[in-house]
Each structure stands twice: as C-alpha cells, then as structure tokens.
C-alpha cells in the first residue's frame, strides 16, 4: 500500500520531566528556556479511486454511469460512532461515490471477485440494494467502507447480496440507510438484505431502517434469508417500522435452510414496532 508522508515540526522540552500541554503552556508564556525542533513524520495510506475500487472480472468495475465521483468530505461518525473503526486512516477524506438521484445501486458486482475498500457509498437507490448489489456468482470483499443515507423501495438500504453471490464484509459502517417500501410488501434489511452467503467482522450498523407504510418491515439493520454470520458486530438504533407488521429492529433471519450465526456482538436500543426489539 502506498503511503503519503506527513512532516510535522513540534517543539520538545530538552530538559525535566514535561507534558505536551505544559510545553505548549510555558511557550505561550515564555517561560520555557530549552527547547528543541523535532521533525515528526507520519505514514498515512494514500486513497484513491483506483486503489478503493477494482474487480478481476472482464468485464471491469460497475459503477452507475450517471453518478458522480468527488472528493470526500471528513466524516465525523467515521471516527466517534464506532469503536470498530478506530484506524490510524480513520480521520483521512476517503473517495465518495455518490448518486446524485440515479435510480439504480451505486456499484453492482456482476461475475468475479470484486472488492471495495476505504471508500464512501452515499445517496444510492437501487431497488435491490440502495448501494451496492452483489449478483449470483460473483464475490464481493467489502473493507472499510461507509454506506450512509441510501435508499431502496423493498431490499437492502445499503447492501443486497443475492442467492449465489458471496459478500465479506470488514471494519465497515451502513449509516442512515433505509429500506423503505410504501405498497403492499414487505421492506426487509435497512442495512442489508442477504440472500446469499454473507461474512461480517468488526463493523457496525447504526441507525438503519426497514419502513413499510401499509404492511411488514423486518430487520432494520441485517435481514437474513441466506447464510450469514457476524463476530464483533455493534447494531444501534436501528429500526423495524411496519404498519402491520414490524420486527427484528436489529437483525431478522427465518425461513427453513437459512443460517444466523453472530457471536460477541451488542446490541443497544434497536427497536421494532411489534416484535424482537433487537431481533
């Protein structure tokens, strides 16, 4: 991975015993008599586009045409809404994709192994999976990735995984998506909607919602058909709102053949409109 050098110039006491702020404090006021210029120099990971998105497929990456790549504005939740993603890159502006109104996901894996990683997805809406869709027969590796404030009509706010289709999903965070459905149906997976085999280490979800206006919402954060499982996952305040039906505000999984496996996980104010709180 390459790496940009950052200098930083600090002044250093030479001599006693003497904190930062008590440095900083005798400099201000002139009372410090040695001190020294020291050069400290940082290695930060240089994040870029190309480096954030790639797919060994033929058929190259899969990015909605008509939305627009810009710079990333620092995310503050990156860093205060999760202990999982405490990095030494967390504070870096990271590459956004964003779907300025597209109507279809932002990224759709379609054969091969795809990967993202260190990169935004925000303001997708596709129908199945706001922003990203992972199609049978394909492979997706998901690292340090936010999903925030994407929109689907049914399945998946921020990530759809369909039957045949492998996602693994690492040190990431889904923020405000919603799955959110205003005719007869059910909205399931506010987070994400899996169908297929899905991994999940060290990430979290936090205030996701599965809506259903006239009928069934299930899962506000995961909602679970396939093979998933998730070691070290944090869920908070997500939500299951259904009009007649709402449950699983944290995670949802049923259906003979599916598999739910979450191990050292927490769950803190999920809630759901009729059953399973947290799931």
């Excluded at 006491?13 to 040695?34: K, S, Y």
């Excluded at 795809?114 to 706001?130: A, D, K, N």
Aim: hydrophobic share 40%.
């Amino acid at each position: 991975k390459r790496m940009l050098q950052v200098h930083y110039k600090v002044q250093a006491a030479r001599l006693g015993a003497c904190t930062l702020r008590g440095a900083t404090e005798h400099l201000r006021t002139g009372q410090m008599q040695h001190f020294q210029h020291l050069t400290m120099l940082v290695n930060v990971p240089v994040v870029t586009l190309t480096s954030a998105v790639s797919c060994s497929a033929g058929t190259g990456k899969y990015v909605g045409a008509s939305a627009t790549i810009t710079a990333g504005a620092q995310f503050q939740d990156f860093i205060n809404a999760t202990l999982h993603l405490n990095t030494s890159s967390s504070h870096l502006n990271l590459p956004v994709i964003t779907g300025n109104g597209f109507s279809d996901s932002l990224y759709v894996a379609m054969t091969g192994n795809c990967t993202l990683r260190w990169i935004v997805l925000e303001g997708g809406r596709g129908g199945r999976g706001g922003a990203a869709r992972v199609e049978a027969g394909a492979t997706l590796t998901i690292d340090h990735v936010i999903f925030r404030h994407n929109l689907s009509p049914s399945h998946g706010g921020g990530l759809f995984v369909q039957r045949a289709a492998v996602a693994v999903v690492s040190h990431s965070l889904f923020h405000s998506n919603e799955a959110k459905i205003v005719y007869v149906g059910m909205a399931g997976g506010g987070g994400v909607h899996n169908r297929g085999m899905l991994t999940m280490m060290d990430s979290t979800f936090d205030s996701n919602k599965a809506i259903s206006t006239t009928s069934q919402a299930s899962g506000g954060a995961l909602y679970n058909v396939g093979q998933a499982s998730g070691e070290g996952i944090l869920l908070v305040k997500n939500e299951a709102q259904g009009n007649m039906v709402g449950e699983g505000g944290g995670v949802s999984t049923y259906r003979n053949g599916t598999l739910l496996t979450m191990s050292n996980c927490t769950f803190i104010a999920n809630k759901a409109t009729h059953s399973g709180g947290a799931a």
